[in-house]
């Protein structure tokens, strides 16, 4: 099903995930669409490999973890958290050198906490990893040192980035699959 892309979120420069200037990053672009839900684009390289082949399941879980965390932001714009609990789901050998995309939304949100759900699929919209983290609301000052607006966290759209996204619909059926199968 095709979604529509209503925003581009920010990106930081120097991110394991996200970062723009990061020569060993996944650069992964992070877009609003329309229902609410966030959208992004990767696709990992050879350096993030574990087997031949294969991307590594810290790599994995790191993307799942930033985008679980971020979705926050398109509900309330100005918070901020840090992860206190990470569960994540490898359901398929997750490869590199093809793109990627991943759809997140907030599962649970309260004052101090909230609980960020993703998915992660093949270019065939197959469920390849799926993650749910919990996360505790701060002040990004008590996070990091740094000034949203700067290189370290700024909107960096592209020409490139797209008007719609296609992800399968959260209720649609990720089928039986054994974990490591192919």
Request: proline share 9%.
């Amino acid at each position: 099903m095709l979604h529509k892309v209503v925003s581009v979120q920010n990106t930081a420069a120097d991110c394991f995930v996200c970062g723009a200037d990061n020569p060993f990053g996944l650069h992964a672009k992070f877009y609003v669409l329309e229902d609410g839900d966030l959208a992004a684009l990767v696709t990992f390289h050879p350096n993030h490999q574990s087997y031949p082949g294969r991307v590594h399941g810290g790599a994995i879980s790191a993307l799942l973890d930033e985008a679980a965390g971020r979705v926050i932001q398109i509900i309330e714009p100005d918070t901020w958290a840090v992860t206190g609990e990470l569960t994540v789901r490898f359901l398929k050998p997750v490869p590199y050198g093809v793109p990627l995309k991943l759809r997140a939304r907030v599962a649970e949100n309260a004052r101090r906490l909230f609980v960020g759900e993703c998915r992660l699929y093949g270019p065939d919209g197959v469920l390849l990893a799926s993650g749910a983290a919990k996360y505790v609301k701060m002040p990004v000052e008590k996070i990091a040192a740094f000034t949203p607006g700067t290189r370290d966290w700024m909107l960096r759209p592209s020409p490139d980035d797209p008007a719609g996204i296609d992800l399968p619909a959260w209720d649609e059926p990720a089928g039986k699959v054994r974990p490591g199968t192919d």
